[in-house]
């Protein structure tokens, strides 16, 4: 069997651009990671694909797979459920399969702590003004809204304290590079590195 | 004043090819990194220059220094000094410049110890095969000192655990883009971008 995948959790404050970079990573030719698909609650927006973008669930089915212990994290967002199914991550991740997560900050705070051997990445914006201007640009909330979300992005980024690495995203090219440089130096760290490389010495190596 | 530059080691057991990495990367064009020159008691090698190669010092002179607490590092190596001046290095850290070392594992331990925000890398063989190979292969070392050397190199890269990253030098080029790599990745570290983020962010962050 062969070793078991790296699990890359994207994540970053409301209004980032977190799926934007995102899409970006998985749009490249040479892209190799499993996307994981979130479940959420919330309703569909102009564009999106239930099976694509997320699993689009009632509150009631979302409800009982936290029940059955099927979520490998959750959060409560703006009235709604977002999370991640554990199943297919657990395949991938057993199969060898490096899995890429794009997730809240209060989920990706729950991987951590199942997954202390992910990779972190938190995306922040250049500044906060350029926030703001992303939360108002979506179009689709009112000002009470913009306000809201503001506040809660602002304590969302004294969160990147927790992660391994941060990503301004000033530019999606620019951030998706760092975020593919940074998967590829992750892979030499001693910690990654090290067990199957003493596999390869073999005996020579105590 | 700008921020205190990075500190980067790069390691390795004896005879893996640190110094052709280093000198690679030093040749090329995109370099900004500021080279702390070793010194050693060892005498000169066919080709070497003093104050580039090493700076080339009496075993009286290397112990004065030692007395002095004017090293950042030392170690004997094979009847030999080695070490690092600290002077130089604190002098370009101060001033925000990058600092590339390139010396043998046990001095890289006792700089990890000095300074634990250093980028410790450790350069190791494809496998100990190829690593006689190259120990022999440099031709100024008799059978019996060749067996204390390859014994030296496999209790060396048991030190690998120590390490930040490992990267394995197949072929120089490789080597040397991986550890470009790691050193890019490793500014987007949060524990060295966090505090000049928080300065730019201002008084929105608490």
């Not at 977002?82 to 890429?100: A, C, H, I, S, W």
């Not at 995203?169 to 940074?182: F, G, M, Q, R, S």
Request: charged share 35%; proline share 3%; aromatic share 10%.
């Amino acid at each position: 069997m062969s070793k078991r995948g790296m699990l890359i959790v994207l994540s970053g404050p409301s209004g980032v651009g977190k799926g934007t970079v995102r899409k970006a990573i998985f749009e490249q030719d040479d892209n190799k990671f499993h996307y994981s698909i979130s479940m959420t609650t919330r309703s569909m927006r102009k564009g999106e694909v239930d099976g694509k973008d997320y699993y689009f669930v009632s509150k009631a089915e979302f409800e009982k797979e936290i029940r059955n212990g099927g979520m490998l994290e959750y959060a409560q967002y703006v009235d709604n459920y977002y999370g991640t199914p554990l199943k297919y991550v657990n395949e991938m991740l057993d199969q060898g399969k490096d899995v890429f997560l794009e997730i809240e900050v209060n989920g990706a705070m729950q991987v951590r702590e199942k997954c202390p051997d992910g990779l972190f990445i938190f995306l922040t914006p250049p500044d906060l003004m350029e926030l703001r201007h992303r939360i108002s640009g979506r179009g689709t909330d009112d000002l009470a809204t913009i306000d809201k979300r503001m506040a809660k992005a602002v304590d969302e980024i004294e969160m990147m304290q927790n992660y391994d690495y941060a990503v301004v995203n000033d530019e999606v090219l620019n951030a998706v590079e760092k975020v593919k440089t940074i998967i590829r130096a992750e892979r030499w760290r001693v910690k990654r590195f090290l067990p199957d490389y003493k596999k390869r010495l073999g005996d020579d190596l105590k």
